[in-house]
């Protein structure tokens, strides 16, 4: 006699509650892009535009030693009289590093002089995904022992 399930439908698993509603924690605001536009890296960014990408290829994830840059993270930089917005992204909403992240991300930007205040908006459209991760962040993921590989 086998002890295999006959199905799935012997499998008692937890199901997606009906009711649920969005984190609390988390703004939900999306900003529309296409796929071309992102990742954003700054190339090509001259002046203070480049200074502050320069700054924000210095912020690495906690979690592992790869610029939020490269990871694919930045979906975008506007710079205005002093002011920076930052558009980003978390590899999810639930990301536990957050908070770490969008201060070491601001304060990155406010340390060029020339920028006043940073903010940072976090989108989540499109979807991060490998794919938006640089060719130097792989490389980098790669060296600290993370399959980047599809």
Known sequence: MSSEPDGPEEFDRP???????????TEYETKE???EE?????EGAEGLEREVWAA???VEDPEMPVSVVDLGLIYGLELDDGDATIDMTLTYSGCPAREIIL????EAAEGVDGVD??????VWAPDWSLDLVTEQ???AL?????????
């Open 56 to 58: 924000l290829y210095e």
């Open 103 to 106: 201060e070491e991300v601001e």
């Open 137 to 139: 962040g792989k490389e």
């Open 15 to 25: 199901r997606a509650d009906e009711d649920a509603t969005p984190c609390g924690y």
């Open 38 to 42: 992102v990742p954003a890296t700054g």
């Open 117 to 122: 205040d940073a903010e940072v908006r976090l």
């Open 33 to 35: 892009r296409t796929a």
């Open 142 to 150: 790669r060296e600290f022992g993370i399959s980047v590989e599809r």
